[in-house]
Nanobody, 126 residues
Framework: QVQLVESGGGLVQTGGSLRLSCAAS????????MAWFRQAPGKDREFVAS???????????DSVKGRFTISTDNSWTAVSTVYLQVNSLIPEDTAVYYC????????????????WGQGTQVTVSS
């Protein structure tokens, strides 16, 4: 059974940084696209970044390019990890951040993802 468990969220000031982690277990994720989405209060869930586990190609929403970096640990152990390094945070980045997984090619549409974590809260104070 696939499980995605996020951690690393918290309260930071504008300009601060966090490293979000997503522990992925239950199967190998080679060939999967792993992604981060976020949802702010009163807003729809939006795409943040994705990476294809097999080749490390990464894609980003325009709003986070140059500030966020997605990566994996390239692990073949029972638990693999996807990271989202978030730098130069601004209040508009405040949201619950979700890890998601889907087989195959990348997508920025949350409906295409099969597995989701429970989310981790990121709050940026001004």
């Amino acid at each position: 059974q696939v499980q995605l468990v996020e951690s690393g969220g918290g309260l930071v000031q504008t300009g601060g940084s966090l490293r979000l982690s997503c522990a992925a277990s239950g199967q190998t994720f080679y060939g999967y696209t792993m992604a981060w989405f976020r949802q702010a209060p009163g807003k729809d869930r939006e795409f943040v970044a994705s990476i294809l586990w097999s080749d490390d190609n990464a894609y980003y929403a325009d709003s986070v390019k140059g500030r966020f970096t997605i990566s994996t640990d390239n692990s073949w152990t029972a638990v693999s990890t996807v990271y989202l390094q978030v730098n130069s945070l601004i209040p508009e980045d405040t949201a619950v951040y979700y890890c998601a997984a889907k087989w195959g090619a990348r997508s920025s549409y949350n409906n295409n993802f099969d597995y989701w974590g429970q989310g981790t809260q990121v709050t940026v104070s001004s």
